[in-house]
């Protein structure tokens, strides 16, 4: 069995966590890209989401996460309970969760589905695989914009996307958009700094845009909406 060993050491993120809606039960905050959800095994890597929250909320615990790229909206329990009841709703795909993206090129259709099964790749990890005895992983995308930038002083064709994903594997989206042929622009892993003028894109262009649940005290339909900030 090999002993799989994770290097990567996050930079300093001077970005701050912005709070969106908070009551006795749950937060629910906007996280910037380049900050981890959870703080990693190796020290340097302590700075994260959970970690800044138990500052000013003990006790309070992730019902998921967000790459350390990808910014956006995640729901915060501030307790085990409330944990527990969202991560239901999670695992049952009664929490919608919409994600806006920009992808390399121009996408030739409108709108589609991406349904591709997800493994991990045991030899490059953190990657994650489309395999045919992966989980089951189902993706919605909707073209938003067609548009051209300049980056490097190359002129780069751009897609703004509208990404709903069915199910929640590690890496879906980034993996998915890359199956498009059109990687998100910034994804390290998946594609997404090989075009000209790519390679210096400043982040994971990938953020949580809008997530609805319902509120496990309340039993409130909440809908939270955070605009993608590219």
């Not at 002993?3 to 912005?18: G, M, N, W």
């Not at 309970?81 to 795909?93: D, K, M, P």
């Amino acid at each position: 069995m090999s002993l799989v060993v994770d290097h990567f050491i996050a930079p300093p993120c001077p970005a701050s966590i912005a709070l969106l809606f908070e009551d006795e039960h749950l937060l629910l905050i906007d996280k910037p890209s380049g900050l981890l959800s959870l703080s990693g095994k190796h020290p340097q890597n302590l700075d994260s989401v959970h970690y800044r929250l138990v500052q000013d909320y003990p006790g309070c615990t992730l019902v998921h996460r967000l790459d350390f790229g990808t910014s956006g909206i995640m729901v915060v329990a501030k307790n085990r309970a409330i944990n527990a009841q969202l991560g239901q709703q999670f695992s049952q795909r009664r929490i919608s969760k919409i994600y806006h993206a920009l992808l390399c090129g121009h996408l030739a259709d409108e709108q589609g589905v991406i349904d591709a099964p997800i493994a991990k790749d045991p030899a490059l990890f953190p990657r994650m695989t489309i395999c045919i005895n992966g989980k089951p992983a189902r993706s919605h995308y909707q073209v938003m914009d067609r548009l051209t930038t300049e980056l490097q002083g190359q002129i780069v064709p751009l897609t703004r996307v509208r990404l709903e994903p069915e199910t929640g594997r590690t890496h879906q989206l980034r993996l998915h958009c890359q199956q498009l042929g059109h990687p998100i622009l910034g994804c390290d892993l998946y594609g997404g700094l090989l075009l000209p003028g790519c390679a210096q894109a400043p982040r994971l262009m990938l953020h949580a845009s809008e997530l609805t649940f319902t509120h496990p005290v309340t039993d409130q339909r909440m809908r939270v909406e955070c605009r993608a900030p590219f």
